[in-house]
């Protein structure tokens, strides 16, 4: 574990707890060039974690304090996204595979923080979870089904449903997810399948209702 201290933190809000993880891609030529700005004053961003494509994992806050990772959004109803979660920035522009020792160091990381802070497999979300059409991180090449088969994510147990899907129906189970209630239709189906079902295309069906089960 490297260690390469960012300014851009502070104390978490009313003594809010970490309680959810939040995975990003950095999009940038390296994860040097992606630690530089996120520990620059003049950026105004951060995260607790960067993770080099060769595994390298450099820590930049102390998972007690609030980085600037998440930006405006919610998850579960709740906004000011930063002081619930960490951050963890993936060397990656999100349009190749994440390598085999990146995800390696990924899953491991994942299960030390999840142990310290309580943190359940449904509290580990994309960037694309809670603020979606503005994000879409860690993208379609990220591989959730990994980590859900190993207890680090949440994942999409639901039966498969008969019949046409409603908007209703899919909207109420996309906001008890944790997705975000004020959202189109169009940008919650987008986000949703970003990430459970990234190949599926067309209008709304009874799968995708399926796909919040696991959450």
């Known amino acids: 574990m490297h260690q390469y201290p960012s300014p851009n933190c ?13 995975i990003h891609y950095t999009a940038m030529q390296s994860a040097q060039a992606a630690i530089e700005r996120l520990c620059d004053p003049e ?7 960067v993770i080099a494509s060769n595994g390298t994992v450099t820590q930049l806050v102390d998972e007690d304090q609030r980085a600037w990772h998440a930006g405006s959004g919610s998850w579960q109803g709740q906004g000011d996204v930063n002081s619930r979660s960490i951050g963890v920035e993936l060397d990656n522009a999100g349009t190749h ?9 990924l899953e491991a990381l994942l299960r030390g923080t999840m142990a310290r802070w309580s943190i359940p497999a449904g509290g580990v979300i994309g960037h694309s979870d809670m603020a979606p059409g503005r994000k879409s991180d860690p993208g379609q090449r990220f591989d959730w089904a990994r980590l859900a088969r190993q207890g680090l994510a ?6 498969a449903l008969d019949g046409p899907a409603s908007e209703e129906g899919f909207r109420a189970a996309a906001t008890k997810a944790g997705y975000p209630a004020d959202t189109s239709l169009d940008v919650l189906l987008q986000a949703t399948r970003l990430r459970f079902a990234p190949w599926r295309t067309g209008p709304l069906c009874a799968a995708d209702l ?3 089960h696991g959450l």
């Not at 104390?11 to 809010?16: C, D, K």
């Not at 949440?154 to 039966?159: D, F, L, N, R, Y």
Request: charged residues 15%; negative net charge.
């Open 10 to 22: 502070g104390p978490r809000r009313g003594g809010i707890l970490p309680e959810l993880i939040v």
């Open 43 to 49: 950026a105004e961003v951060s995260a607790h974690y």
């Open 97 to 105: 595979p994440f390598s085999e020792p990146q995800m390696a160091a």
């Open 154 to 159: 949440g994942h999409a147990t639901g039966p």
């Open 210 to 212: 399926a796909l919040h």
